[in-house]
């Protein structure tokens, strides 16, 4: 059962329904159904997430870096046109710094989205 609980704290739900095949447990993850049982959960954690994860913080490391490297050389910059091109360069990062650390942790850790939309989107009730 660890690779079951490996998927589950990678944001993979149980289902209540068992397997067809063999009875077993299912659990749902990235849109895919799969048996506990019967498909190898430690491989698709290990492709699908890890891999998703270590891109995401890859992605985050690079724009921390450029945010800083950005933020010193706009700080010594004099020439206008550059600073502008630093500046939007610099904006493209922070955009994606906020979009690989929205991609990664659990949508019901950002407040700020639930005021405005209040349909129920969730699958977990
Ligand atoms: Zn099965």
């Not at 077993?24 to 998703?52: M, N, P, Y």
């Not at 091109?85 to 929205?102: I, M, N, T």
Request: charged share 35%; glycine share 8%.
């Amino acid at each position: 059962m660890v690779d079951a609980l490996e998927i589950m704290k990678r944001g993979a739900s149980l289902l209540s329904e068992s397997c067809p095949r063999c009875g077993g447990l299912q659990v749902k993850f990235r849109g895919r159904t799969l048996c506990i049982a019967e498909d190898d959960i430690s491989d698709t954690v290990k492709t699908e997430v890890i891999g998703i994860e270590d891109t995401l913080s890859g992605l985050r490391d690079l724009s921390i870096k450029k945010i800083r490297e950005l933020g010193h050389e706009l700080d010594d910059e004099k020439d206008l046109d550059k600073q502008i091109k630093k500046a939007v360069l610099l904006r493209k990062y922070v955009d994606l710094l906020k979009e690989s650390s929205a991609m990664s942790s659990p949508p019901n850790d950002r407040g700020a989205n639930e005021k405005g939309s209040k349909s129920k989107t969730s699958e977990s009730s």
